[in-house]
């Protein structure tokens, strides 16, 4: 009896504790509006001590989630409009701020005043953010599922500091990729994942491995994380570099590429492959904003007189394959119902330098089907034909020489490239260049010879 009375105590206690916490901190929705700006502090507080990560986290785009002019663009000429066109869409629009804006959603100041106009929605994911998340009200996290209590205590990576602003102490939550999960893992209104970078990594062989995105994202080196502490071995380093930097596109991709002849004579067909090997990137690539990104291969044979062939990759007869294959067809017209532009008929789909040429990608449909770059308005997924942590892809090209191709050597080049913004998309909005540009990824080469039998 007594100890069936301690047990319903325990569990009373127990419940109690979890509704209590499940009031006190709000995750996802119920953020809007949970607290206000001036519950956290300035990055430039922090920045005064820890002046090192604060000039390395100023470079990095989760600094400038708000400001950064095509996240503006795409909120407030497509988002924006089309919450307010579509009642449906209206939370959505507001959600974005949870993971562009967490300072302004939480103050419930939704839209945020435009970037640039002095309010502290600019300050994007701030030092504070971060290091004031305590949990994930989601198992696994996403839309912005992270609770937070702002105030006194910076929770970090390490026991046993002392600050003499803060109060700080380590926590399994702030080292976990969880943390990072909990924005970059997205479901839209059609329960579909448009954003999976910590569900491609937790499948993939790096989280087997126990290598968390702060490893390769905040890699360790020695030194001090504040101008006032020792040294340790492994500070993390505040550098989140991504797709916007060329530095980490670069070998992301490994390239080999070899022919199936060495000697051939002109007019017969031969085969050329090209191995696509993903030794670098910890959840697919392209990840994240995977309806605007292009990941594209491009083939070119150079005979010995310096004419340029280029070779259209071989079909292999998946379902949806055309939508890896590079082509002008018009697509995107879901962006003129948002902008309120009658008839508008689309703009081509991949504006590459070439049509067909691989794209590696996953297309998103909107609900009429046609390609979108609006995840928020994806009803539908194409074949996903992203290449996997640590998978390799085979594409083959299959040319038939011309019969007067001069005799002497044929160089053949494989290049990877790789475009964060699809560039008709971008012109047509205004989004400045340097977020169109082609980023350089890997290339390859291999020869063979024509000879006269
Ligand atoms: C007056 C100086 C000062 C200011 C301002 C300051 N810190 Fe600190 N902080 C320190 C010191 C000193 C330590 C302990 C460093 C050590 O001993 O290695 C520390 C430690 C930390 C840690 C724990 C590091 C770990 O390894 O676990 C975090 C997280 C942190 N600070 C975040 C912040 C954030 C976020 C802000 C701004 C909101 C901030 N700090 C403002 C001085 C400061
Ligand atoms: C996107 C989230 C995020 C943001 C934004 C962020 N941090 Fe951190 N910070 C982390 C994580 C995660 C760690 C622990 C890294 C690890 O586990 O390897 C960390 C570690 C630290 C440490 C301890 C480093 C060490 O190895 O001892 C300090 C100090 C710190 N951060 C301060 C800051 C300051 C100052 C800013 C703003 C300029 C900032 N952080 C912005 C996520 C963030
Ligand atoms: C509060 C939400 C939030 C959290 C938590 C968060 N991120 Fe982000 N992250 C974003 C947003 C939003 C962007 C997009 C910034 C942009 O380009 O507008 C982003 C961008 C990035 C990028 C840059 C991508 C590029 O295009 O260059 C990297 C890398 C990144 N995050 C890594 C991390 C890691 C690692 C963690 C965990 C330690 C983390 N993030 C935690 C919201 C978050
Ligand atoms: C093994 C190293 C490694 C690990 C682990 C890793 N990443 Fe990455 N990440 C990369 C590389 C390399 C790139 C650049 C290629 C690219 O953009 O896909 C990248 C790119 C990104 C981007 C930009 C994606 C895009 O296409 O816009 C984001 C965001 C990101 N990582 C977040 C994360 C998060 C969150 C985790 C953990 C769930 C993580 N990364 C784990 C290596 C890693
Ligand atoms: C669950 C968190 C989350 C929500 C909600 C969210 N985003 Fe993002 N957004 C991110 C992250 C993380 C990235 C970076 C992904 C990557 O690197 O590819 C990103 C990237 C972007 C980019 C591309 C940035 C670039 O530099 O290329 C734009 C534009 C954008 N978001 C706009 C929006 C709009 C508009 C909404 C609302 C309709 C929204 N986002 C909702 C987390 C979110």
Known sequence: MMTSIRALGMVLFLLFAVVANAQERP???????????????KPQRCASCHKDFARQYEQAMMSQAYTHSWDEI????????????????????????GCHAPLAFIAGD?????????????????????????????????????????????????????????????????VS??????????????????K???????????????????DCHMPAAPGRN?????????????????????????????????????EIVPGETMKITVACFNHKVGHKIPSGSVEERQLWLTVTAIDAEGKVYHLPVDKKGFEGEEYTISSNELAFQDMGYMMDIPDFKGLPRDALPYEGDRVFRMAYFDPEDRMTIAQWNTARFGTDYRIGPRETK?????????DNLPLGKVRVVAEMQYRRLIKSVGEYLGVPAEEMKAEFINRAETQFETVDY
């Open 27 to 41: 995750w996802g929705d119920a953020l809007k509006g949970s607290g206000n700006y001036d519950d956290f502090e």
């Open 74 to 97: 795409e909120y407030f000429k497509l988002a924006v409009p089309h919450g307010k066109k579509d009642p449906k869409f209206d939370p959505v629009q507001e959600g974005c701020n």
């Open 110 to 174: 939704v839209p945020p005043p435009k970037p640039f106009t002095g309010s502290r929605a600019d300050e994007s994911v701030s030092c504070d953010i971060c290091h004031t998340i305590t949990g994930s009200g989601e198992e696994p996290p996403f839309n912005f599922s992270y609770t937070i209590e702002a105030g006194k205590t910076k929770l970090g990576n390490r026991d046993g500091l002392v600050s003499p602003h803060h109060e700080t102490r380590k926590h399994d939550f702030t």
């Open 177 to 194: 990729p969880e943390l990072c999960g909990s924005c970059h893992n997205e479901k839209n209104p059609w329960d579909l994942w448009v």
């Open 196 to 214: 999976s970078t910590h569900l491609e990594w937790k499948e993939g062989p790096y989280s087997k491995e126990g290598q968390r995105c702060q």
């Open 226 to 262: 504040s101008m006032m502490s020792k040294e340790h071995a492994d500070i993390a380093q505040h550098l989140f570099t991504g797709a916007h930097s060329p530095a980490r596109l670069a070998g992301a991709v490994e390239l080999s590429v070899f022919p199936d002849i060495r």
């Open 394 to 402: 085979l594409e083959t090209y299959t040319w038939k020489l011309p």
